[in-house]
């Protein structure tokens, strides 16, 4: 499972997963390795334009050998919402 680049490099938003089951990622991680099952994911999500950065609880089941990707519902302005997606 993988979410954006820590540093952004100009990208009008940023996703940034900071836990998973509670458990917390490093500022340097963009991916993590998961078993197969139910996970919670803790992910901040921050546009650019406006420096607003909202906090998200994502819930999913992952499947086995799956591969995953956070992507950001977002405007210009604000972040909607955040989603895992099949890669």
């Given at each position: 499972?993988?979410a954006?680049?820590v540093?952004s490099?100009?990208l009008?938003?940023q996703l ?8 917390e ?15 919670t994911?803790?992910?901040?999500c ?42």
């Amino acid at each position: 499972m993988r979410a954006d680049p820590v540093v952004s490099a100009g990208l009008p938003v940023q996703l940034r997963l900071r836990q998973v089951d509670g458990r917390e990622i490093g500022l340097s991680s963009s991916a993590v390795e998961l078993a197969p099952g139910a996970h919670t994911f803790l992910v901040d999500c921050r546009v650019e334009e406006s420096g607003a950065v909202n906090r998200f609880v994502v819930e999913e089941e992952l499947e086995p050998g799956g591969r995953y990707r956070l992507v950001a519902n977002a405007s210009a302005r604000n972040c909607e919402a955040v989603e895992l997606i099949a890669d």
